[in-house]
């Protein structure tokens, strides 16, 4: 299972897998902190059940993109017991090669004058 | 009420594979709570959404995990031989494969399905209705945590009367003695009371709790904003200050935010608000508290107009507390019974707050479980008769599985799959019968309860009570097919052609089913026949008054501006005059309290009556005080001497109006014109008033209790000068129309008054039979489907017995009977099933006739005549039913059905 998806030919990232890597961007975090930041960045547009969540989290984990944290200070003090998540290197590599590949998408689309319009 | 979904939603995680579960399991759950927690503060739909999320959530990736799961041990597995394939299956495969099983067999019979799922959703929903509506008003009315820990102190003193009362019943002395008991953690006492509010926009009237001790750690509740009382606060003579409801708060403040600054102007005086209640805490309607502020300790032992709640401790029991109350009520009566004779056997009981406050109302709740539950009792038999009918006609079916080797257990289990998935779809469609039906449920509910703020919502524990059902009905439906199909001997069934020893053995537990259900049908017919008699007979009362065209309103003059009992009296006075005088207004008084409720009661003395009854305890009547027209405006008749006039003003004879029951009562065949009594006072200090009138006797205690003794005090001489009085006025426009009229009125006299409690005489008198009402209209529609469902069980056994006599019929028909005589053949059957299912139902209902006693009025629940109805209606509806399959028995063509012999 632990099948490294690094390849050129990999399938690009789902929509709330994309997300969570972009939350974790900017730090480790526990799993509601990590729904609700991508529930408050996408304007509730999606929506992450607990089961989704963490059907994504097992994914992203077994695929070695992100790891549990052993965070020293938890956040607020007294939430100790909660499992925290970061990302790993392979999960910052994915997660920069997904962007450059969005990015290129989108740079191809705004070549186009047919799009050019929609796209400003 | 979080338990009940945490614990739903564990369960629904078995949807996951286990080591899914075991890895996140923990956090999912902590989600849920958190997001669960979020939406309760959006309301019920924010909750549905919700629940509707999670579901959607728990399907769709419950389905990939499962489906990656089978992947990931089929990728294991790949190279083993095919042979183990059989017992890799799981439990989940076989209840996925019943699954679709099931939803072909209904989409193959879409008429079979609908009824069944019909027929159900209209009796879980029915039962989850009332579910609903009950538990939102009777069993957890309250938003308090652990609310059955929060008690009530009621008394009872059998020298007074026999009932045990929760409200206003205990003096700040006898508080002082409760708080020592060692069961409760914490107490709290309050006296119930009134206090105009202005300032601002409109003045406005409400109820307001006085509390001697800080309530919030009673109720276990944290005001929103703020704090509660300071003991110094609370003490004699503290400082100016007010906690208002959360209600208040939204509609007289907006919701300010800075409301902890701004004082409030309470009667008058201005006090500085230190706290909001949390929303949905409403003390009887309070939305105003304020400390009670008086020196308690000056207070005689018998000023008794406090309720007290309590919080039981940790593990204190409720038996535990009652031990101790009822040892303080013995200590109580030894130290004080000299002194205070009403303390002869009296006893203290602490109860459960909702329990207390809507002990009433319990019987009829119950009743009415327990009829909509026959309802879904019945619908249940139906839907099995359907099953049964079906089982039979796929037994050959059913027996060529069993040849193919299909285990009995495995049959049964599909069988039974397709009957729970049957249940489920009927709570599914009920559920938006019940989010229909308490959007109107409100409308039912009388203005006392209004006040209360109570809702009935769709709550967890009403999901789960529809699920539960569900369930249920689900496994009642299907054991009988699963039961008789699985007994059926494969061989006889491929032998014969569906009508063998096997179809004869259902045919007859579908007339047992049948007479079952006609049963439970008489016993609600009988329940509606007797409700209804109760009903009528309330409103054929003569109230001894007339409730049309009276107008009634509430209003208390501040003590603040209205110091003196002359200025009381002169405002009253001035207000009946200018009432009297807008057009179409033919009467006009005020009184402290008026039928068909009249509360307010004095211990009296009469005159000259024997020592016995003077004795010990003075008895009571009612006390009321009334304007000049007060007998005129309710058309209350007179039935000797003269009604208050111009010559009842101050500084003449005390003059006294009274009923007749209290001439029945008192005055043991004396002449009652010219004799004399008093209220009692502490010394006997109050003077003599003279009996100038008796008046018929108006129902004053409710419009179903005997009427009680009642005084007339006139208002105008002043001596009783009341500052909370009750306009009451006449006139033969609509009351939407003369509102108006009287506030204006109002307004020339002193705009800052506010009138509240407005409502007409008839108003007044539908609270008062309110139950019987409800009962009458729910129960005879609970009758009218139990009637159509028992009609649709009755038309199904006689159809598939005509059917499957046919040619029992033919030949019949052949040998020379007459057509008349086949049909009697069919009718007489059905008359036996109903005579069968009446004389049980008739039982039954004798059988629970003592329960049912206290919820009637005026009918024995052996009323002849009901049953004789009922025995009518039920031989008429199962004539009808059995019409059209005994008319099709007599068309049968004798050649034909013998040729097919």
């Given at each position: 299972m632990a099948k490294r998806p690094d390849t050129p030919a990999r399938k690009p990232l789902s929509g709330p897998v994309l997300h969570i890597l972009l939350v974790l961007a900017d730090g480790a975090k526990h799993g509601y902190a990590i729904k609700q930041e991508v529930e408050r960045r996408t304007e509730g547009a999606i929506r992450l059940g607990p089961g989704t969540l963490y059907e994504a989290v097992e994914r992203l984990e077994d695929g070695g993109l992100i790891e549990e944290a052993t965070l020293a200070e938890p956040e607020n003090g007294q939430q100790a017991q909660r499992r925290y998540y970061r990302l790993t290197a392979h999960g910052w590599e994915i997660l920069t090669s997904e962007l450059r590949q969005l990015s290129q998408l989108v740079e191809g689309a705004r ?8 796209l400003? | 009420?979080?338990?009940?979904s945490a614990?739903l939603y564990r369960l629904l995680r078995a949807v996951y594979p286990a080591d899914f579960r075991r890895r996140y399991g923990h956090d999912m759950q902590r989600i849920f709570a958190a997001d669960l927690e979020r939406a309760r503060a959006g309301?019920?739909?924010a909750v549905l959404s919700f629940w509707w999320q999670i579901l959607g959530d728990l399907a769709a990736s419950g389905w990939r995990q499962r489906a990656a799961q089978c992947r990931r041990?089929?990728r ?826």
């Amino acid at each position: 299972m632990a099948k490294r998806p690094d390849t050129p030919a990999r399938k690009p990232l789902s929509g709330p897998v994309l997300h969570i890597l972009l939350v974790l961007a900017d730090g480790a975090k526990h799993g509601y902190a990590i729904k609700q930041e991508v529930e408050r960045r996408t304007e509730g547009a999606i929506r992450l059940g607990p089961g989704t969540l963490y059907e994504a989290v097992e994914r992203l984990e077994d695929g070695g993109l992100i790891e549990e944290a052993t965070l020293a200070e938890p956040e607020n003090g007294q939430q100790a017991q909660r499992r925290y998540y970061r990302l790993t290197a392979h999960g910052w590599e994915i997660l920069t090669s997904e962007l450059r590949q969005l990015s290129q998408l989108v740079e191809g689309a705004r070549a186009n004058p047919r799009l050019r319009k929609g796209l400003a | 009420m979080t338990p009940f979904s945490a614990h739903l939603y564990r369960l629904l995680r078995a949807v996951y594979p286990a080591d899914f579960r075991r890895r996140y399991g923990h956090d999912m759950q902590r989600i849920f709570a958190a997001d669960l927690e979020r939406a309760r503060a959006g309301g019920l739909m924010a909750v549905l959404s919700f629940w509707w999320q999670i579901l959607g959530d728990l399907a769709a990736s419950g389905w990939r995990q499962r489906a990656a799961q089978c992947r990931r041990v089929l990728r294991t597995n790949r190279g083993t031989p095919q042979l183990p394939r059989q017992k890799r299956r799981t439990e989940m495969d076989t209840l996925l494969q019943d699954l679709r099983y099931a939803r072909r067999q209904f989409v193959r019979r879409p008429g079979f399905t609908a009824i069944a799922v019909i027929s159900l959703a209209l009796a879980i929903g029915g039962n989850s209705l009332i579910y609903g509506i009950i538990d939102g008003f009777v069993f957890h009315p309250f938003p308090y945590p652990d609310p059955d820990r929060l008690v009530a102190v009621g008394a009872t003193f059998p020298r007074l009367s026999s009932e045990t009362r929760y409200v206003e019943v205990l003096s700040p002395a006898e508080y002082e003695d409760i708080r020592t008991n060692r069961a409760f953690s914490s107490t709290a006492a309050f006296d119930l009371g009134n206090r105009n509010i202005s300032g601002g926009n409109a003045p406005e009237r409400v109820i307001t709790a006085l509390l001697l001790d800080d309530l919030f750690p009673v109720v276990a509740m944290k005001p929103v904003l703020g704090r509660g009382f300071t003991p110094e606060e609370l003490g004699p003579n503290g400082p100016p200050v007010a906690i208002i409801s959360h209600r208040l708060w939204q509609t007289r403040f907006g919701g300010d935010p800075a409301i902890l600054t701004r004082p409030i102007l309470v009667g008058g005086a201005a006090k500085s608000i230190v706290g909001v209640m949390p929303p949905g805490l409403l003390l009887i309607g309070t939305d105003l508290w304020l400390p009670w502020g008086g020196d308690t300790s000056a207070m005689p032992r018998d000023s008794r107009q406090f309720t007290i709640l309590a919080r039981l401790r940790g593990e204190a029991s409720l038996g535990q507390a009652n031990a101790e109350l009822s040892a303080l009520a013995e200590r109580l009566d030894r130290a004080h019974g000299s002194e205070f004779k009403e303390y002869a056997g009296w006893r203290l009981t602490a109860t459960p707050w909702a329990a207390a406050l809507f002990q009433d109302l319990r019987p009829a709740a119950f009743m009415l479980m327990g009829a909509v539950g026959f309802v879904l009792l019945i619908a249940c038999a139906n839907v099995t008769n359907l099953f049964l009918a079906r089982s039979t006609m796929r037994q050959r079916e059913l027996a060529v599985r069993l040849a193919l080797g299909a285990g009995r257990r495995r049959l049964a289990q599909q069988l039974l799959t397709e009957s729970l998935l049957v249940g489920l779809a009927g709570a599914a469609a009920g559920l938006l019968l019940v989010l229909a039906g308490l959007r109107s449920a409100d409308a039912l509910i009388p203005a006392q309860f209004q006040l209360l703020d109570l809702h009935a919502t769709v709550s967890t524990r009403v999901l789960l009570w529809s699920l539960a059902l569900a369930l249920g009905s689900g496994v009642l439906v299907g054991l009988l097919p699963a039961i008789q199909a699985t007994r059926a001997d494969p061989h006889e069934s491929l032998k014969a052609d569906g009508r063998s020893g096997g179809a004869a053995v259902g045919h007859r537990l579908r007339q047992v089913l049948v007479v079952a259900e006609i049963a439970l049908s008489v016993v609600l017919l009988l329940g509606a026949g007797l409700m209804m008699t109760s009903f009528v007979r309330i409103l054929r009362l003569d109230p001894g008054f007339d409730p049309r065209g009276v107008l009634t309103m509430r209003l208390t003059l501040p003590r603040e501006t209205y110091g003196s009992e002359e200025a009381t009296t002169r405002f009253f006075q001035r207000l009946v005059d200018d009432v009297r005088n807008i057009p179409s207004v033919t009467g006009a008084a005020v009184a402290n309290q008026f039928p068909p409720s009249a509360p307010f009661t004095g211990q009296i003395e009469v005159e000259g009556a024997q020592a016995s009854v003077s004795g010990a305890t003075l008895p009571t009547a009612g006390t009321s005080i009334v304007s000049r027209g007060y007998f005129q405006t309710l058309r209350t008749p007179m039935l000797a001497g003269r009604m208050f006039d111009g010559r009842d003003r101050p500084g003449t004879q005390p003059t006294v109006v009274v009923n007749s029951a209290f001439v029945n009562r008192f005055l043991d065949g004396r002449p009652a014109i010219g004799a004399r009594l008093r209220l009692a006072g502490r010394d006997g200090s109050n003077p003599w008033s003279e009996i100038i009138g008796i008046v018929a006797d108006a129902r004053n205690s409710g419009m179903t209790a005997p009427v009680r003794p009642e005084i007339f005090l006139p208002m105008e001489t002043g001596r009783t000068a009341w500052n909370q009085l009750h306009l009451l006025v006449r006139s033969d426009r609509p009351a939407a129309a003369l509102l108006p009229d009287v506030r204006r009125a109002l307004a020339a006299i002193d705009p800052q008054q506010p009138v509240y409690n407005i409502q007409t005489l008839e108003e007044a008198m539908a609270v008062s039979s309110f139950q019987q009402r409800l009962s009458a209209v729910l129960l005879g529609t609970f009758a009218g489907v139990a009637l159509l469902l028992a009609a649709i069980g009755i038309y199904g056994v006689m159809s598939y017995m005509v059917s499957a006599r046919t040619q029992e019929m033919g030949v019949r028909l052949a040998i020379g009977a007459q057509r008349g005589a086949v049909m009697w053949l069919v009718l007489k059957q059905v008359l036996g099933l109903s005579l069968a299912g009446l004389t049980i139902g008739v039982g039954l209902l004798l059988a629970a006739s003592r329960s049912l006693e206290g919820l009637l009025f005026g009918v024995r629940a052996t009323d002849p005549l009901t049953i004789a109805v009922t025995a009518a209606v039920l031989g008429a509806v199962s004539l009808c039913a059995a019409w059209a399959p005994a008319a099709r028995a007599s068309r049968v063509d004798p050649v034909g059905a013998l040729r097919y012999e």
